[in-house]
């Protein structure tokens, strides 16, 4: 082994050194985007003494509440159905066990990218006998832009706190020698801005002829973090 190879085979300290001095910066972003997805849910009931009917029933309601969504067409990302029950109860009296009445629900998940239509819809659904519509939750899809955009400027920022700092010195910065992502997050994830549920049953209100006014639905801002540590070497400065 000659020299030059034992030298090159030697791990860099992992500090600076007065030949090399080291900087250490963290870069940070905070932006605040509009929402792309709105998701909402939907149960749709049915009650009756008969199993058969109760579900006949719940099948209507189910296939109407899904196609008042499909109209919708490309504004609906994705729809799907998430949950069904059929619960018979029994009655609190008598000998033996009778059931009283038969409980049905079906619990459907849509995600829409139309808020226009989301409120066209919601209103809608919420018309319908024995149907409750809860949401909207506003988020970013996965792979949204916003995501590459505050890890970029994050990336600037501690470039650019480094050099600062180098300025500060009266030197300039030689080399990254390191970048780590220590983070990059979506602060409203899914959360609904109102928790209040809307349902003709709900509220006990008598149908109407008339089709209700859409909702006027204010989409919620979203704010995305990013974060990164970056270090780098500099020339000796002169103190």
């Known amino acids: 082994m000659t020299p030059d190879t034992a030298t090159h085979q030697t791990p860099p300290v992992p500090y600076g050194t007065p030949d090399t001095p080291r900087i250490a910066v963290r870069g940070e972003a905070h ?25 006949a029933d719940l099948t209507r309601r189910n296939t109407l509440a899904l196609d008042l969504v499909k109209t919708h067409g490309d504004a609906v990302e994705h729809l799907e159905t998430s949950a069904l029950t059929i619960t018979p109860e029994l009655g609190r009296h008598g000998r033996g066990e009778r059931v009283r009445t038969h409980h049905g629900l079906v619990h459907i998940t849509a995600e829409l990218n139309d808020f226009t239509a989301l409120g066209e819809l ?32 994050a990336v600037r920022e501690a470039v650019q706190r480094a050099r600062e700092y180098a300025e500060a010195l009266d030197t300039t910065l030689t080399a990254l020698v390191e970048l780590a992502d220590t983070g990059t997050e ?6 609904p801005q109102s928790t209040r549920a809307l349902s003709r049953a709900a509220y006990g209100a008598a149908p109407t002829e008339d ?29």
């Open 186 to 191: 979506d602060t409203h994830p899914r959360v």
């Open 211 to 239: 089709e209700p006014a859409p909702l006027d639905l204010e989409p919620q801002r979203q704010h995305v973090r990013a974060q990164v540590d970056a270090r780098f070497t500099m020339a000796p400065p002169r103190l």
């Open 31 to 55: 932006l605040e985007v509009d929402p792309e997805i709105a998701r909402i849910t939907i149960t749709v009931t049915a009650r009756g003494k008969d199993r058969r009917e109760t579900l």
């Open 122 to 153: 919601t209103t809608a659904l919420a018309d319908l006998d024995l149907t409750r519509v809860d949401g909207p939750w506003w988020t970013l899809r996965p792979n949204s832009p916003s995501h590459r955009t505050a890890r970029q400027e």
